[in-house]
C-alpha cells in the first residue's frame, strides 16, 4: 500500500471513528505539485485544516497541521525561481523535507480550526512521518 492510500485509509478511519453530526467528513485535496502548480494556490487557501508532504516517489515526508490559513502555512515552506521550479523557502532541520514535491490537505470549514491539531496527531500517530 503507498503512503497516499495509507493516508487516505487513515483519514477514513478518522471519519468512522470521529463522526461529526451535521459536518460533511474530511477529504483529501486534489493533489498539488511543488514543481509543476506553482502558479496555482495551494490547496485549502483560506481555509485551516491539515497537510501532507510527499516526495516525487510518494513517500511520505511530513504531516502538518494550520489553524489559521493552510495556504499560508504551506507557502512558508516554498519558494518559486519564476520558472515553475519549486524550492524550499527555507533551511528545514529535516532534510527530508527539502524532496518535498507533492501535498495533499484536509480543509476544515470556518470555526472549526480547533479540530487541525487533533486530525494532526491522529494522522501522526497512524502514518509515522519521519518528519512531524
Same mark, same amino acid.
Given at each position: ?16 471513528r470521529y463522526p461529526r %453530526? $451535521?459536518?460533511?467528513? @474530511? ?7 511543488? +514543481? ?7 490547496? *485549502?487557501?483560506?481555509? %485551516? $485544516?491539515?497537510?501532507? @508532504? ?7 515526508? +511530513? ?7 493552510? *495556504? ?30 507533492f501535498i495533499v ?28
Amino acid at each position: 500500500m503507498s503512503d497516499l492510500e495509507r493516508l487516505s485509509a487513515a483519514l477514513d478511519e478518522l471519519n468512522a471513528r470521529y463522526p461529526r %453530526p $451535521g459536518i460533511d467528513p @474530511l477529504v483529501l485535496s486534489e493533489a498539488y505539485d511543488v +514543481k509543476t502548480d506553482w502558479v496555482k494556490y495551494y490547496p *485549502g487557501v483560506g481555509k %485551516p $485544516g491539515a497537510y501532507a @508532504l510527499f516526495d516525487e516517489k510518494w513517500r511520505l515526508l +511530513k504531516v502538518g497541521k494550520s489553524s489559521g490559513d493552510l *495556504g499560508i502555512r504551506l507557502g512558508s515552506y516554498f519558494r518559486h525561481d519564476g520558472q515553475g521550479a519549486g524550492q524550499f523557502a527555507r533551511p528545514s532541520p529535516w532534510k527530508s523535507d527539502t524532496d518535498a514535491r507533492f501535498i495533499v490537505a484536509i480543509e476544515l470549514p470556518p470555526g472549526h480550526a480547533f479540530e487541525a491539531a487533533a486530525i494532526e496527531e491522529f494522522l501522526i500517530d497512524r502514518l509515522s512521518p519521519p518528519n512531524r
